[in-house]
């Protein structure tokens, strides 16, 4: 499990003196905790699922930060938030490429039979969940967007 992986991991950077480690990886295991407590899972924790959702949140996080302190002009603030990216990103699972997001799309609207932007929710649930945590709501959301907006577009072109 995740979890036991992060705690394993903190233990071997105290042991090894690595201070930022240490750092990203107590307020990371924290944030999961936090959110055990709020779905009351103290007892029996969160699933995978759940606490790649808390770590893609705590990148999201970072990453919003990097952008605001280069906006700022906080190149070094900006660099500390990418290095503590760098220490998250190995627990989350490999991003998927654009060809597999498209594929997810293309299988969410034919499933959910969406034909219009107006069908965007029950697309974009049905491809998020095939991608389980593999990709940004970002990525997707875009790319279910021009996909039903091409389907929308050919459906006037034909009744026209």
């Known amino acids: 499990m995740i979890k036991e992986k992060l705690e394993s991991d903190l233990k071997s950077a105290l042991k090894a003196g690595e201070a930022t480690r240490v750092s990203v990886l107590r307020l990371v295991i924290t944030a999961v905790r936090n959110k ?3 779905k009351q899972k103290k007892d029996t924790g969160l699933s995978d699922d759940e606490v790649i959702a808390v770590l893609q949140a705590e ?3 970072r990453r919003d930060a990097v952008e605001q302190f ?3 002009g906080r190149e070094e603030l900006a660099k500390k938030e990418e290095s503590e ?3 998250i990103q190995p627990y989350l699972p490999a991003e998927a490429s654009d060809e597999d997001i ?9 499933q959910t039979r969406a034909l219009t ?3 965007f929710g029950k697309a974009m649930k049905a491809a998020m969940a095939t991608l389980k945590g593999r990709a ?6 875009d790319r279910v967007k021009t996909r039903l907006a091409e389907l929308s577009a050919r459906q006037e072109a034909l009744g026209a």
Do not use: H, L, W, Y
């Open 36 to 38: 055990e407590i709020e």
């Open 59 to 61: 990148v999201r996080k």
């Open 85 to 87: 990216i760098g220490i």
């Open 136 to 141: 940004s709501g970002d990525r997707v959301s």
């Open 117 to 119: 932007p107006a069908d």
């Open 70 to 72: 280069r906006k700022g």
């Open 102 to 110: 498209d594929r997810a799309v293309r299988d969410a609207v034919a």
